[in-house]
Nanobody, 120 residues
Framework: QVRLVESGGGLVQPGGSLRLSCLASGSFAVIKTMGWYRQAPGKERELVAVMDRTAIATYGDSVKGRFTVSRVNAENRASLQMNGLKPEDTAVYYC??????????????WGQGTLVTVGT
């Protein structure tokens, strides 16, 4: 069982910055990918950014050049630095991890979500 705990959401003005963090704990063999998805009211969940163990990152088109994902494999931790925030970035942000379990299965787990609100 893997558990993800997110932190760092909140209210920020347009153009501002926030940093989200996600920490994985539990029993697993290896975490393959860690990253972030978001879901705005009335919209489907979408990719924000994900990084594999070799530090290759994939970003959603709407956040390229503004957001940066990073991770520390040894600490099972991932972060999302969000700069130049826009009102349309307002959403619940979910941490996601793809991992190999103790039984050699590939599984995915989601965090509980953290709300990011961009506005005045």
């Amino acid at each position: 069982q893997v558990r993800l705990v997110e932190s760092g959401g909140g209210l920020v003005q347009p153009g501002g910055s926030l940093r989200l963090s996600c920490l994985a704990s539990g029993s697993f063999a290896v975490i393959k990918t860690m990253g972030w998805y978001r879901q705005a009211p009335g919209k489907e969940r979408e990719l924000v950014a994900v990084m594999d163990r070799t530090a290759i990152a994939t970003y959603g088109d709407s956040v390229k050049g503004r957001f940066t994902v990073s991770r520390v494999n040894a600490e099972n931790r991932a972060s999302l630095q969000m700069n130049g925030l826009k009102p349309e970035d307002t959403a619940v942000y979910y941490c996601n991890a793809g991992f190999i379990s103790q039984y050699s299965e590939y599984l995915e787990v989601w965090g509980q979500g953290t709300l990011v609100t961009v506005g005045t």
